[in-house]
């Protein structure tokens, strides 16, 4: 089975930064697609960025600028850089990667979540 395990979310002052990371194991042939997405209280969940198969990066306009979406191929890793962090972006964030493993076809697979707050 695939697993996708998050880090890096904590708590810190508006203006600051954090570096969240989605770590990709089990029996993995290929990472077809790969992004972040998140959800605040009361609201359903949405994109903040993605690199999807055969495209260019895609951000949301609300991160558009301070966000940068990356990855690792060798580590089967993607991570999300967060600068100029606001209090809006209070949430938990979820990785998802589309992946091909060696027994089966390509699916999407989610992380745990990892909460992200931003003080005033």
């Known amino acids: 089975q695939v697993q996708l395990v998050e880090s890096g979310g904590g708590l810190v002052q508006a203006g600051g930064s954090l570096r969240l990371s989605c770590a990709a194991s089990g029996d993995i042939l290929s990472i077809n697609a790969m992004g972040w997405y998140r959800q605040a209280p009361g609201k359903q969940r949405e994109l903040v960025a993605t690199?999807?198969?055969?495209?260019?990066?895609i951000y949301s306009d609300s991160v558009k600028g301070r966000f940068t979406i990356s990855r690792d191929s060798a580590k089967n890793t993607w991570y999300l850089q967060m600068d100029s962090l606001k209090p809006e972006d209070t949430a938990v964030y979820y990785c998802?990667?589309?992946?091909?493993?060696?027994?089966?076809?390509?699916?999407?697979?989610w992380g745990q979540g990892t909460q992200v707050t931003v003080s005033s």
């Open positions: 998802r990667g589309t992946i091909t493993t060696t027994w089966g076809t390509p699916r999407d697979y």
């Open positions: 690199i999807p198969s055969g495209y260019n990066t």
